[in-house]
């Protein structure tokens, strides 16, 4: 079987098992650069020596984040060509990734969260940045998410996240007065919770990106400001009030624990009461 080949059965499989778009276009890119770095050749060829001569090749200039990305693609590819019968032992197997420190999240304090939303002009921004900030949504639940989503009498929406799981979120009276004044202002008949300006449809995650880039321009913060941000600073408000990981894990959609313990990194005001209180 041939490496385009094996990639064919591989997507359509993961497709079936309900992989978003997303990961199977990242999957893709992967699959493109192994197959042009070994001609398409036959995958029983292929022996774990070889492997590791395209990564060390292929993955000279990465960071070991994108490094162990390529590792864990080839791993499940090759895996799976040994589960379906297409080859007699996976040479991916014992690839192991690179060890990579975990880097703390970079969050935003109080003072330049008020700096933000007074920064904020128009009930869109208002409204927009208010949701990323009081749900703690990625960007791209917030991209796909429509207003009959939204429960007004608990101020809750319901999300769609990664591996198309759904949760429930929830947002404070702040932020439903202004996602209420912003719809207000609409004269579309657009599903989706935020649109466009001009020729009103569905905003993108580069279009939000932009609009909270504009925003931070205006506050004058002395940073890079970013989506995600929002998303760790409601996770680090979360914590820093009390909430337990188990809580914020279950609120942010994580799969794992150990994703939201790095939050517990962030927290200095919460590890000093903590030292205070038992040493």
Known sequence: MLLSDAWKGFEADKRIEGFSNKTLKA????????????????????????????????????????????????????RWCHEEGHLPKNPAAKIKEPKAGKRIPKYLTEREIEHLREACHTPMEKALFEFMFSTGCRISEIANLEINHINWSNRSAIVRGKGDKEREVYFNVRCDIWLKRYLETRKDSDSAIFVTVRSPHRMSTAQMRYIIKRISSRANINKEIHPHQLRHSYATHLLNNGAPIEVIQSLMGHEKSETTRIYAQLSGRLRQEFYQKYF
């Open 27 to 78: 999957y893709q890119i992967q699959s493109t650069l192994l197959i042009v770095y070994f001609n398409d050749i036959d995958i029983t060829i292929l022996s774990t020596e070889q492997l590791k001569e395209y990564l060390a090749c292929s993955g000279r200039h990465l960071k070991p984040s994108s490094l162990s990305h390529r590792i864990r693609f080839m791993k499940s590819l090759f």
